[in-house]
């Protein structure tokens, strides 16, 4: 079986992907280091040199590559992969999709400090951070909603979350 987990930035999903995968016995990928290593540096350079349009295409083709070549495996996808180029039901069609889904506050406190790591938060005030958070979860709604599980619990474990999962 195929997972792939989606979400926001900081929502958890490459913190939770290597332990379901261990759980299950598959493999883990987490699609930004993949893409990353695909392309011989990080998603910043990747940002500031091609912009996000070629990014976003780099992000489908290593989404559908890593995805036929494997039978079974537990993904961490980026915020906005479900978002773009139809990725959300290329998804669907192949495993399922677990949404993680902590509140916009609890997102915020984590982002807080790793904005330097994370392209899109670069230029975000502090104080604009939460406000910033709400506007795009807000715009990636419509996508987030159509996994088959959707996780809001800030404190969940992993028995629970394999729980979700396997109800689907």
Known sequence: MRIYLIGFMGAGKSYWGPLLAQQAGVRFY??????????GMDIEEIFSKNGEESFRVIEKELLHILTESHLEFVMACGGGTPC????????????????????????????????????????????????????????????????DVRIDEENIDLAALLKSIAHV
Request: glycine fraction near 2%.
């Open 30 to 39: 987490d699609l930004d280091r993949e893409i990353e290593e695909s392309q």
């Open 84 to 147: 773009f180029l139809n990725n959300i039901e290329y998804m669907k069609r192949s495993g399922k999709v677990v949404w993680i889904n902590p509140s916009a506050e609890v997102l915020a406190d984590r982002l807080r400090t790793e904005r330097e790591q994370r392209p899109l938060l670069q230029n975000i005030a502090n104080e604009e951070l939460l406000t910033y958070i709400q506007k795009k979860i807000a715009d990636r709604r419509l996508y987030y909603e159509q996994a």
